[in-house]
Nanobody
């Protein structure tokens, strides 16, 4: 059974930084991309970033230049370093794993984590 477990969320002031982590288990992920989505209150879930097994990265426009995604294949982990956080980054952040097709990750990846709350105060 595949499991994705996120950690690292919390409350931070605007301009601050947080690092999210996600550990995946239950299968081999060598043919999958790993990444992050987020959902703010009253809004649809949106793609944030993804990374391939080989390290190719994909970013949505909003966090580009502020967020950095990385991956440790040996540990089946993906990270999201978030710098220069803004109040509009406040959301539940979800780790996701999906097929390496097209760009980034599909709207409905194969696997989801339970989410971790990130709150940025102004």
């Amino acid at each position: 059974q595949v499991q994705l477990v996120e950690s690292g969320g919390g409350l931070v002031q605007a301009g601050g930084s947080l690092r999210l982590s996600c550990v995946a288990s239950g299968r081999t992920f060598s043919t999958y991309r790993m990444g992050w989505f987020r959902q703010a209150p009253g809004k649809e879930r949106e793609f944030v970033a993804a990374i391939s097994w080989g390290g190719i990265t994909y970013y949505a426009d909003s966090p580009k230049g502020r967020f950095t995604i990385s991956r440790d294949n040996a540990k089946n982990m993906v990270y999201l370093q978030m710098n220069s956080l803004k109040p509009e980054d406040t959301a539940v952040y979800y780790c996701a794993v999906g097929p390496a097709v097209g760009w980034g990750l599909p709207k409905n990846p194969d696997y989801w984590g339970q989410g971790t709350q990130v709150t940025v105060s102004s």
